[in-house]
């Protein structure tokens, strides 16, 4: 299985900052790759794919990068409401995995 | 617009079956464009692909030593629902089960989830 490792798993930070997610690969992807935003008690919220395209209506402050085995979701000013956990997930090659997660905190 | 809700019981015996459905409303199962897919959140941890299927009966499971051979994934497209069979759970397998659109992407083996259905916890439990 490939394993996805995010970091950090947790990150403080205040209303308006840049924020960077990283995901990093057991072996190459080919940009395959997905990320999710998940609020508590609520289903992960699909964001982009194939690395760095966006889902329509999602805000253009969500942007994605990355190639290889090295991803990044960067939030280029955060809101109140991008207070979250955040996955990333491979569909590269079956099984399908996800990455432990990123809980994104208020400072 | 799309909707998925699973439906199911809140709670399972171990050793027992534990039996979801998800329902399908806004559109067609049997559209060519997707797979179906379930995936189980363990409270409090991260998301773990359970297998996907086509409208046609195709399936893929994940092999995973947690799951192995325990999982049944099958589609009723009169009823624009699939399901998901889980056998002999313990209580390893209490977590929420979502089900999910899986988007197929040209040019990749496989593809997203979106959108995803609201969830359903199962505890094992005697």
């Known amino acids: 299985d490939i394993q996805m490792t995010q970091s950090p798993s947790s990150l403080s930070a205040s209303v308006g900052d840049r924020v960077t997610i990283t995901c990093r690969a057991s072996?190459?992807?080919?940009?395959?790759v997905a990320w999710y935003q998940q609020k508590p008690g609520e289903a992960p919220k699909f964001l982009l794919y194939?690395?760095?395209r966006l889902e329509s209506g999602v805000p253009s402050r969500f942007s994605g990068s990355g190639s290889g085995t090295d991803y990044s979701l960067t939030i280029s000013s955060l809101q109140p409401g991008d207070f979250a956990t955040y996955y990333c997930?491979?569909?590269?090659?079956?099984?399908?995995?996800f990455g432990q997660g990123t809980k994104l905190e208020i400072k | 617009q799309l909707q998925l809700q699973e439906s199911g019981p809140g709670q399972v015996k171990p050793s027992e079956t534990l039996s979801l459905t998800c329902t399908v409303s806004?559109?067609?199962?049997?559209?060519?464009?997707?797979?179906w897919g379930w995936i189980r959140q363990p409270p409090g941890k991260g998301l773990e692909w359970i297998g996907s299927?086509?409208?046609?009966?195709?399936?893929?499971?994940n092999p995973s030593l947690s799951l192995k051979n325990r999982v049944t994934i099958s589609v009723d497209t009169s009823k624009n629902q699939f399901s998901l069979k889980l056998s002999s759970v313990n209580a390893a397998d209490t977590a929420v089960y979502y089900c999910?659109?899986?988007?197929?992407?040209?040019?990749?083996?496989?593809?997203?989830?979106?959108?995803w259905g609201q969830g359903n916890l199962v505890t094992v439990s005697s």
């Open positions: 999910a659109r899986r988007v197929r992407i040209v040019g990749a083996s496989g593809g997203y989830f979106d959108p």
């Open positions: 806004g559109g067609s199962i049997t559209s060519t464009s997707y797979y």
């Open positions: 299927i086509y409208y046609s009966g195709s399936t893929y499971y």
């Open positions: 072996q190459g992807l080919g940009n395959s």
């Open positions: 194939a690395a760095s």
């Open positions: 997930q491979q569909y590269f090659s079956f099984p399908y995995t």
